[in-house]
């Protein structure tokens, strides 16, 4: 009797009680929405919508079965949707259990790449570094184009860490394409161009502004500003002397115009060396923005 | 449908979704797929995401439902193209609404809102007549002195929308610098400019009296000038601030006037429940 | 004692079972109306700078030569500033920047910053590659964190 009551109060609480309604009883009758051929339709459907974020839950309700047939797939699409979502270290965490359940077999050569890819988006460059020593020394018999893409992604991760010659000698394997409009050319490309960053020195800056008003700012590539700090400063400087000249040392023309000279003086000098290190910083963050479109496009699975 | 319904009622507004759609996926042709659009694009405003909510809920409008529903259909969307201030999509909803159920329950209320609207774009004569025929239709004598006053306040703002006109305080300051800003009801303000100007005044006219030439085209050029054609737009900008203010005042009583009549009309509910679904 | 316990148990599994099902708020007119007067768009403030407030910051032992220079803005600002037309070129304005400078640089780099920003704030062309414009308030953005912080991203526009 407490047996039948439980199973009742069950039916009456738990979500599949509602399909004992009467109003759900003809839907219910022909479909099972929560069966994992059904739960993995909607999934699909809803990654084919970009709506990652549910089709990550529906993929996660297809493995709650354990006996649920292509989980090794279903994990990988996992993988997928976080990386989607920006979300890289479950994205690694997935191409991991994709690569580990599935059989030897091209696809878990996808997987394993995918892990690496997902590895360097996290910024775990030691990880991905041991986890592509590995992919090649245990599977000889990548396929060309895994075996490109992971040179690629070596190739990255020296990029992203400023390391242009080890980037240059991974680019010149054979395996890779020489010549042409290719990815692979876009990333020596970056590689060459931060060997000849153009980085400017913040002490020349300064010292040409103490010599000539506005010209450390000229040598920033601030030309307006600093023709501009010249016309102030020489101005400023022409009226005080004006005034100590026709008035003598007690002329507050002379004092006031002085004294603005001279703190703007002070001030171009400052901003000289400001703007020659934004300068540098700006070419800096170029590149590093440039790499890291590059990796986004290497790790698009 | 009815356990992404249950979701909805306990808040779980983001789980419901997911529900609503694995309905409409395994089930896009079914007589009941305007009201799962419907719960979908109600879901989607509690979430705020009012781009996504009027593409559901237009969706529910264009799917194949009973006319009783169609009106609160499109009133739902109606007031979310409100909530989200897309006032001229939302005026041709209500106006829709307003021709095709004039005499319903939806339709009265598309007026009331109709009237919100107009009042937001500052339609104060259209807003006029809009409160005009709903006190025609009015049952309670405390509701046709709601709307009485509501009217009465906008026919002030129509008759007197502004209190100070910026072009004369403007004008003012040229003449007399400050002397716009003291129209306008800002002393302070005009007494600075008044201050800063004679004194930019006081030193170019020093200049010149000393022959001091080269000084006396600085001061102008590079003060004078500056707070002159500064103190001018300021003028007009106070005369603009003191209307802003008036305004508000007015559209404050009106809205609390509003809120009060809208407390006597009929409080019949305007929502679609899965109740009233007919049997497929 | 046992009967007592399942009686306890089935008397809870009960009051779950006959809990009352939640019930949505009715959509009236009055509840509507109410919700978009709540929403209601807020008139525009009519402002010639476009300026935000600048948020305050907690009261800390500063200098009598800061405090000078403090108050020397706060004359400016509310004096000279207020009656004069926007003609700066950047967010926030010089004069914010200088006060912001002041307090997070100390008093000399402060000075030498605010002296830079004044010589920067001319009408002369080729901003646009050294500042973000912001077209919502027609000026280019010149955060003080570009010149004190050198973790702070230096390109904005990209």
Redesign the interface.
């Known amino acids: 009797m407490n047996k039948i009551l439980a199973a009742f109060a069950l039916a009456i609480l738990a979500p599949a009680g509602e399909a004992l309604t009467q109003d759900s009883l003809a839907t219910s009758a022909a479909l099972d929405y929560y069966s994992p051929v059904n739960v993995l339709k909607f999934g699909h459907f809803l990654w084919q919508q970009n709506d990652y974020q549910r089709a990550a839950v529906e993929y996660q309700r297809y493995l709650t079965d354990d006996f649920a047939p292509g989980r090794d797939r279903v994990l990988y699409q996992l993988g997928r949707c976080y990386l989607k979502l920006s979300q890289t270290e479950p994205a690694a965490k997935y191409f991991y259990q994709a690569a580990r359940t599935a059989p030897v077999s091209v696809f878990r050569d996808s997987a394993s790449v995918a892990y690496a890819g997902a590895l360097l988006l996290s910024k775990r460059d030691a990880a991905f570094l041991q986890t592509a020593d590995s992919l090649n020394a245990s599977t000889p018999t990548l396929s060309p184009a895994l075996q490109i893409q992971l040179l690629a992604l070596r190739s990255v991760s020296h990029l992203q860490r400023a390391q242009w010659d080890p980037a240059l000698k991974i680019l010149a394997n054979p395996l890779l394409p020489e010549a042409g409009e290719t990815p692979v050319a876009s990333l020596r490309q970056l590689a060459e161009r931060g060997k000849t960053l153009p980085q400017k020195s913040r002490l020349l800056a300064g010292v040409m502004s103490t010599l000539v008003p506005g010209s450390g700012k000229i040598y920033a590539r601030e030309t307006a500003d600093g023709l501009y700090s010249f016309i102030i400063i020489t101005g400023a400087s022409w009226l005080a002397y004006e005034g100590f000249r026709d008035h003598g040392i007690s002329s507050y023309k002379g004092w006031l115009f002085g004294s603005a000279a001279a703190v703007f003086h002070l001030g171009n000098i400052y901003g000289s060396t400001i703007a020659v290190r934004l300068y540098n910083e700006r070419q800096q963050e170029k590149l590093a923005r440039a790499v890291a479109a590059q990796l986004v496009a290497w790790v698009n699975f | 449908?009815?356990?992404a319904d249950?979701l909805?009622?306990?808040g779980s507004y983001d789980a419901s979704?997911?529900e609503y759609?694995?309905f409409l996926?395994?089930?896009p042709e079914h007589p009941h797929a305007f009201y799962a659009y419907y719960k979908v694009g109600l879901a989607q405003a509690q979430l705020q995401e009012w781009d996504a909510a009027v593409l559901s809920l237009r969706r529910a409008v264009q799917q194949e439902a009973p006319n009783e529903f169609r009106h609160r259909l499109r009133y739902q969307l109606a007031?979310t193209l409100?909530?989200k201030?897309d006032f001229d999509l939302a005026r041709l909803e209500l106006f829709k609404l307003i021709r095709t159920d004039s005499a319903g329950h939806a339709g009265?209320?598309a007026t009331?809102?109709y009237g919100?609207l107009l009042l937001?774009q500052k339609n104060w004569p259209e807003a006029q007549a809009v409160f005009a025929r709903l006190q025609q239709r009015a049952v309670s004598v405390e509701l046709t002195d709601d709307l009485q006053q509501i009217m009465d306040l906008l026919q002030l703002l129509k008759t007197q929308p502004e209190r100070k006109s910026p072009r004369l305080a403007r004008r003012l300051s040229t003449f007399i610098p400050g002397s716009g800003q003291f129209y306008a009801g800002h002393f302070l303000?005009g007494l600075?400019?008044l201050a800063?100007n004679a004194g930019a005044g006081y030193l170019a006219w020093r200049a010149l009296d000393e022959d001091r030439r080269r000084d006396f085209a600085l001061i102008v050029l590079l003060l004078w000038s500056?707070?002159y054609?500064?103190?001018r737009?300021?003028a007009a900008?106070a005369a603009?601030?003191t209307n802003?203010r008036y305004?508000?005042n007015l559209l404050t009583q009106i809205?609390a006037r509003?809120?009060q009549a809208?407390?006597q009309?009929?409080?019949?509910?305007?929502?679609i429940?899965?109740s009233d679904l007919p049997?497929? | 004692m046992v009967a007592k316990r399942i009686y306890g148990k089935w008397s809870i599994l009960l009051a779950l079972m006959l809990r009352p099902p939640a019930v949505a708020e009715a959509q009236t007119l009055q509840n509507d109306l109410a919700f978009l007067l709540q929403k209601r768009p807020t008139s525009e403030t009519f402002n010639i700078k476009n300026e935000t407030p600048p948020t305050k910051t907690g009261r800390r032992q500063i200098s009598e030569a800061k405090i000078a220079l403090y108050g020397a803005i706060f004359v400016y600002q509310t004096v000279l500033s207020s009656q004069d037309m926007s003609t700066c070129n950047f967010t926030p304005s010089c004069s914010r920047f200088s006060r912001a400078a002041l307090e997070h640089g100390g008093l000399i780099r402060g000075v030498l910053l605010t002296a830079d920003r004044l010589q920067r704030c001319n009408g002369l062309p080729g901003k646009g590659l050294h500042y973000r414009f912001l077209p919502a308030v027609g000026k280019f953005a010149d955060p003080l964190t570009r010149y004190i912080d050198s973790s702070a991203p230096v390109i904005d526009h990209e």
Do not use: D
């Open positions: 449908m009815r356990f249950r909805y009622l306990a979704l997911t759609w694995r996926f395994f089930h007031l409100m909530a201030n009265e209320a009331w809102l919100l937001y303000k600075n400019a800063l500056r707070y054609q500064g103190n737009l300021h900008e603009i601030r802003q305004q508000e809205y509003l809120q809208g407390r009309v009929s409080n019949t509910s305007l929502r429940e899965w049997t497929p």
